[in-house]
């Protein structure tokens, strides 16, 4: 069996390596068996998707200029959203590296960090992805603060809640906790004596016993503010109102993601070692790295950060950037914690039913037999694409495609930026869709263990797949014109190409499934302990340091 570099040496023209690379079966072309070319194959894949956006969203642009009717992309949907959404909240937080907590600079570095910052929001208007970059960390990151309009969408229910206010959550979520246990109810409607009914809503709760979708009914006793639920007084209790898009977004993918475990942000539970010191020093070594003329991998080869897999894009002819605030962070800031007994390599996400969330060492546990790929920690990230599209699905501003269109461009531009490996940002992801609606009716909810650039390519709709594909062979035609391609990068767009292939082979089955409504993956809700908190979750509860991503 011949390996790749083989194949290159006996054949001489492009075609013909082209066709051998197709034909063969050499271990380093099939994914899932090594960590390093697994890894090539993912920052591959989502480096086509992003070339391929760039060059649909130029047309698009044209297509304006000259006259014709817009035709938004999802990831323009998502970010014309969050700006209506959040239209007062003026993002007064400098960027991470200037923030007190980001870069300790001297003052050597303080003009060029200035301009770094300046350049990061001056996005160019046809880069999608600089463009999706800035809407994210404005107005996901930073719009969700505890003053923003997000949280607007939480409020309080005491003893001295009126009617008038009650009646004003109805069509949404009341959460009462009673004695270490929590019902919550989508209100249907308010009687004025402050009785409140509806219906119960799932969740990792017991709900006092009450069925899913059963109707329920909560009176309040304003004289002495004791509550009844159906009838039955209740000891000490608190409560707090939600909206439904509030619930499903942040509560139910959160909670699918564990991301309300105790303990669950800590630096052992997110598999992160002792951090580099983040001050002038590594700031210039950075900044070395993609600037030293002598480096033989001096530019675009640098892109994905000092220790991930490199993939040379312009090599392969794509207009794939990351911009020096991304460069900035990535993996020079963080080491892996160290694994006592390191689990036989496994290339595949876990389905969600066998993973226990509510148990602070389950990310820890799963990438124990990935520890070369997770360096970076779970990626808060990729949890906070999914809380504001699922968030905005809804509240009926975003389309189910549209927010799998960002949840794909999102994981790519994270992957491809070197801030994330794809297992990273898909780990929470394939677990937030088994509770949390709509993901559930969607392949995300996994019902086998699945590699994770299987499982993104679920979020990516097949027109683009098939260009994607056009996009990776063309590329890997064009390397290998060289007379001396780089192996690597051959290696990372031919297993795109396989990879592409085999996914529309092994999907076709699902999709016909789907399309006759006859979805094959369970649509119960994930039954995890989480400890109940009386309190309306504000953003600042979930919301990760910018520079965690």
């Known amino acids: 069996m011949q390996d790749v570099g083989s194949i290159l040496a006996q054949h001489r023209t492009p075609a013909e390596r082209l066709a051998a690379l197709e034909r063969s079966h050499a271990p380093e072309l099939a994914y899932g068996l090594h960590p390093g070319n697994d890894e090539a194959a993912e920052i591959a894949g989502a480096a086509s998707f992003l070339q391929v956006m760039k060059r649909n969203w130029r047309a698009e642009l044209a297509s304006r200029d000259a006259g014709n ?4 992309p999802g990831w323009e949907a998502f970010q014309r959203a969050m700006d209506a959404f959040v239209p007062e ?20 570095n303080q003009d060029e960090l200035n301009a770094i ?73 308010v009687a004025g004596d402050l009785t409140m009914q509806g219906t119960v809503l799932d969740g990792p709760v017991g709900n006092r016993g009450l069925p899913v979708g059963s109707a329920a009914e909560l009176q309040l006793d ?16 608190s409560g707090s109102f939600e909206t439904f898009g509030y619930h499903q977004g942040r509560t139910r993918v959160n909670e699918g993601a564990g991301m309300h475990v105790p303990g669950g942000g800590t630096p052992e ?103 070369d790929r997770f360096v970076g920690g779970r990626s808060s990230s990729a949890t906070l694409y999914m809380t504001a599209a699922t968030m905005l699905v809804h509240e009926e501003h975003l389309s189910l495609d549209d927010a799998k269109d960002v949840m794909a461009f999102g994981v790519a531009d994270m992957v491809v930026s070197g801030e994330h490996s794809m297992p990273e940002c898909m780990t929470p992801v394939v677990l937030a869709a088994h509770s949390s609606q709509p993901w ?6 996994l019902t086998k263990e699945t590699p994770p650039l299987t499982a993104w390519m679920h979020l990516v709709s097949p027109e683009t797949r098939n260009e994607m594909r056009t996009e990776a062979r063309a590329a890997l035609q064009q390397v290998l014109s060289s007379p001396s391609p780089d192996p690597k990068v051959v290696t990372g767009l031919t297993m795109v190409v396989k990879a592409t292939n085999d996914f529309e082979r092994d999907t076709t089955e699902l999709t016909k499934a789907l399309s006759a409504g006859l979805n ?30």
């Not at 009717?69 to 938004?72: E, G, W």
């Not at 909240?89 to 050597?108: H, I, K, M, S």
């Open 69 to 72: 009717p817009p035709q938004r």
């Open 89 to 108: 909240v003026e993002r007064t937080q400098p960027v991470w590296f200037l923030q007190d907590n980001g870069y300790q600079v001297t003052g050597a």
């Open 117 to 189: 910052a300046a350049a990061r929001e001056r996005a160019p208007r046809d880069d999608p992805q600089q463009q999706l970059g800035i809407t994210y960390q404005r107005d996901t990151m930073y719009g969700v603060l505890s003053d923003g309009a997000i949280s607007r969408h939480t409020g309080t229910f005491d003893s001295g809640t009126t009617a008038d206010a009650a009646a004003g959550w109805v069509d949404h979520v009341v959460r009462v906790q009673v004695d270490a246990d929590e019902l919550r109810m989508r209100v249907t409607a």
């Open 222 to 237: 304003q004289s002495t503010g004791e509550l009844a639920i159906n009838g039955e007084n209740v000891g000490a209790w």
């Open 269 to 371: 539970a997110r598999n992160r070692g002792p951090s580099l010191a983040v001050d002038d020093v590594l700031f210039e070594r950075i900044r070395d790295l993609y600037t030293n003329v002598e480096d033989p991998e001096q530019g675009y080869a640098r892109t994905l950060g000092p220790t991930r897999t490199r993939l040379n894009f312009n090599e392969a002819g794509w207009e794939v950037r990351v911009p020096p605030y991304r460069r900035l962070g990535g993996d020079a800031m963080f080491t892996e914690a160290g694994h006592p007994e390191r689990a036989p390599y496994n290339p595949n996400l876990p389905t969600p039913d066998s993973v226990d969330v509510s148990n602070p060492s389950w990310y820890r546990d799963i990438t124990n037999a990935l520890p």
């Open 440 to 445: 559930q009716e969607t392949p995300l909810n």
């Open 520 to 549: 094959p993956t369970p649509a119960a809700a994930q039954r995890v302990a989480v400890a109940a908190d009386p309190r309306p979750r504000a953003a600042g509860a979930v919301r990760e340091n910018d520079r965690d991503r």
